[in-house]
């Protein structure tokens, strides 16, 4: 089974860091663009940041100079290293990528979501 499954997030100080993970699992062929999406209580899900298969980035101007995207291909795994937190930084973040994995024999294409990390800043 294909999934990708979320690590990392938590309670922090404002001010504080988290690095989130989330790695790809089952009958992986590929990774492309991966990404991280937020969720805050009341609101949209939004765009935080997405990487490429060959390392370019994207990010929401509103976590620019505090956020990093990574990535490991080997591992089929995405990182998000988030500093300077702030209280507006609460919300469940989602890993999402485009996956290339094989269903049988039959190889396949397919946008995933994993199930969501919530990261709350409060003091």
């Known amino acids: 089974q294909v999934q990708l499954v979320e690590s990392g997030g938590g309670l922090v100080q404002p001010g504080g860091s988290l690095n989130l993970s989330c790695a790809a699992s089952?009958?992986?062929?590929?990774?492309?663009?991966m990404g991280w999406y937020r969720q805050a209580p009341g609101k949209q899900r939004e765009l935080v940041a997405t990487?490429?298969?060959?390392?370019?980035?994207n990010y929401a101007d509103s976590v620019k100079g505090r956020f990093t995207i990574s990535r490991d291909n080997a591992k089929n795994t995405v990182y998000l290293q988030i500093n300077s937190l702030k209280p507006e930084d609460t919300a469940v973040y989602y890993c999402?990528?485009?996956?290339?994995?094989?269903?049988?024999?039959?190889?396949?294409?397919?946008?995933?979501w994993g199930q969501g990390t919530q990261v709350t800043v409060s003091s």
């Open positions: 999402n990528a485009d996956l290339q994995y094989y269903n049988g024999m039959l190889l396949t294409m397919r946008n995933y």
């Open positions: 990487i490429t298969r060959g390392g370019s980035t």
């Open positions: 089952g009958s992986i062929s590929s990774t492309y663009t």
